[in-house]
DNA sequence: ACCTGAACACCGTTCAAGT
DNA sequence: ACCTGAACACCGTTCAAGT
């Protein structure tokens, strides 16, 4: 009966999806990502590596949890000031979880579909450039120039808005995300329905975000 | 003799590591970055996994070398025009080459020292700077606003030349390699010296490239 | 319902043995 | 000098068996 209660103290807390992803998270901030393995952190849960299958489908399945964990960190400032305040404080707060978790941009450019979080910090920025006075358009193009410095997957969020105005019986899911995130609908649809394929022109963008770039260096070229 | 000859020609051309780190690159564009393992890299060369350690230290050794290949292919143009058609177009190459191997980014990220190929493409860039009348500290913060579009690592860059400075006798290293690289010694020398722990603040260049950035969005708001 | 031991197909890497 | 077979320590994952 005492060892009974050791062992149930030991592990006394439930093991359950959020746990097992919060240990993920300490683990690669502790030991770098190339030591997060299932049996790593099942031993970190003190666990059997197989225990982790019953509240995870598997490794990318945590992976992607770990992204979200990592993206909801991330702190939106209230709407009260402008948007280039609310803007920097947002992407300043964002610089502050990647230095806390540097291995997080190699594993959020790994996963192929973005997390609900990242849906949600991306409706949040863009909603701040919109009410800010950005037209659709343009806040589209901000978001390729800020690229990576809003994370570094723009590219990737789009190709997938793409799909999902595309697909067939789409429309309901569609609808609902639209209540969910109405600045990012407004903005997949308006791209989906420019170009000839539906979606947008990275080429164009790219050369977009570059000159602006270019244009600010050449303003600065003198000074400092 | 028959069979001799044809197992021969099979694998007639000599493993060699050139001839590694090409298969590995086209590995990896046909079958992506996960299939790189050492076994399924040697059975494309017609060859056992343990036959690969005879002209590659460690599949880390390999990776350093694919991204070396690479940067390789970035072209750079002559310095005949003015830096920011010189800087576009290099740009413009790099992006081409990263399109081209779309893994290639997060095994670059995950490489811990710049490759030869890599010093040289700073190099170039940092020279277009300099002789389109930069700074050495605004060419400096020039890099930290390209970030992610030279290619995402300056960051590490500069850690390590911190390093190269720092080194007891790494004084004669160091004079080779202002040969080799008049433009970047020339910075590192400057960075290293600035700060009080020799290093450049991070913080305060993130803060530089993102205000530019904004300032630059500004401009072009009520556009397009 | 949750955890586990044994097993499978894969890794990177070493080393002694082959030619 | 270059290649290989067998072996080792690791992976992610499945499944039947335990409680």
Not at 15 to 21: G, I, P
Not at 79 to 100: H, P
Not at 119 to 141: C, K, N, P
């Amino acid at each position: 009966m005492a060892t009974q209660a050791a062992a149930r103290t030991r592990s006394r807390t439930p093991l359950s999806k959020q746990r097992v992803l919060r240990a993920a998270v300490e683990l690669a901030d502790k030991s770098g990502i190339e030591s997060l393995s299932m049996r790593k952190l099942a031993q970190e849960l003190g666990v059997e590596a197989m225990s982790l299958y019953n509240h995870v489908r598997s490794k990318e399945d945590i992976l992607d949890g770990v992204v979200d964990v990592v993206i909801g960190e991330i702190a939106v400032p209230p709407k009260t000031s402008d948007w280039k305040t609310s803007l920097r404080q947002t992407l300043m707060s964002a610089r502050m979880v990647l230095v806390r978790h540097p291995w997080a941009p190699r594993v959020i450019e790994s996963r192929t579909n973005p997390s609900p979080a990242t849906f949600q910090y991306f409706e949040s920025v863009i909603g701040i450039l919109r009410a800010g006075g950005f037209s659709v358009d343009m806040t589209h193009h901000a978001l390729h120039v800020l690229g990576s410095r809003v994370l570094g997957f723009t590219q990737e969020l789009f190709k997938d808005s793409d799909e999902l105005t595309a697909g067939p019986a789409a429309a309901a899911m569609f609808a609902q995300l639209a209540d969910k995130f109405p600045y990012m609908t407004e903005m997949a649809m308006a791209v989906s329905h420019e170009g000839a394929l539906g979606g947008c022109d990275d080429d164009a963008e790219f050369e977009f975000a570059l000159d602006l770039i270019l244009d600010g260096l050449e303003n600065q070229r003198v000074a400092d």
